[in-house]
T-cell receptor, first 112, second 110 residues
Framework: GAGVSQSPRYKVAKRGQDVALRCDPISGHVSLFWYQQALGQGPEFLTYFQNEAQLDKSGLPSDRFFAERPEGSVSTLKIQRTQQEDSAVYLC??????????FGSGTRLTVV | GNSVTQMEGPVTLSEEAFLTINCTYTATGYPSLFWYVQYPGEGLQLLLKATKADDKGSNKGFEATYRKETTSFHLEKGSVQVSDSAVYFCARGGTYKYIFGTGTRLKVLA
């Protein structure tokens, strides 16, 4: 597609609920990234894929966070047993190689 | 360590005023440097970038020069408009991971 598409735009989850956030990158982009942006802060790195391989997941805050990109295109970020501190905007970005990110509009997750 | 520090906001200016948003970085080597802009309810959009020392990135009247000596990448615009109101993020690149500053909110009044 023309840009990076994320869905849903907004998600309200009850504490303890599992959520799945989707990212559809620009067609042909090899690299895909997930970032977490807390309110009033800059984005912080979560994880990086090159095609279907997850090369770096060092930014995932806990083992409740899991990301996949099984066919090297669409990616899903899953958060199990959500907590209030998980409330943030989750941004996906893609690039042809490394660098030159294009960001999606993000998914705003609110855990109540 | 590797970090990006940018001036705290909010910055409030009148239309046509001169804008400077300071950004300094720490890093080993010479990373690429970026400014991103985030309008309300939207994701980050790349505003400009510089990939090596003394490079000047420019776009939409905004400019920033990669200063190796002062490890800085300050954003400037000679005459801001109301439509420039947004949050601006400085970032440094790495092999693949970006480090972002905390953002500076700019509000331009008519």
């Amino acid at each position: 597609g023309a840009g990076v598409s994320q869905s849903p735009r907004y998600k309200v989850a009850k504490r303890g609920q599992d959520v799945a956030l989707r990212c559809d990158p620009i067609s042909g982009h090899v690299s895909l990234f997930w970032y977490q942006q807390a309110l009033g802060q800059g984005p912080e790195f979560l994880t990086y894929f090159q095609n279907e391989a997850q090369l770096d997941k060092s930014g995932l805050p806990s083992d409740r966070f899991f990301a996949e990109r099984p066919e090297g295109s669409v990616s899903t970020l899953k958060i199990q047993r959500t907590q209030q501190e998980d409330s943030a905007v989750y941004l996906c970005a893609s690039s042809e190689r490394t660098g030159g990110y294009t960001f999606g509009s993000g998914t705003r997750l609110t855990v109540v | 360590g590797n970090s990006v520090t940018q001036m705290e906001g909010p910055v409030t200016l009148s239309e046509e005023a001169f804008l400077t948003i300071n950004c300094t970085y720490t890093a080993t080597g010479y990373p690429s440097l970026f400014w991103y802009v985030q309008y309300p309810g939207e994701g980050l959009q790349l505003l400009l970038k510089a990939t090596k020392a003394d490079d000047k990135g420019s776009n939409k009247g905004f400019e920033a020069t990669y200063r190796k000596e002062t490890t800085s990448f300050h954003l400037e615009k000679g005459s801001v408009q109301v439509s420039d109101s947004a949050v601006y993020f400085c970032a440094r690149g790495g092999t693949y991971k970006y480090i972002f500053g905390t953002g500076t909110r700019l509000k331009v009044l008519a």
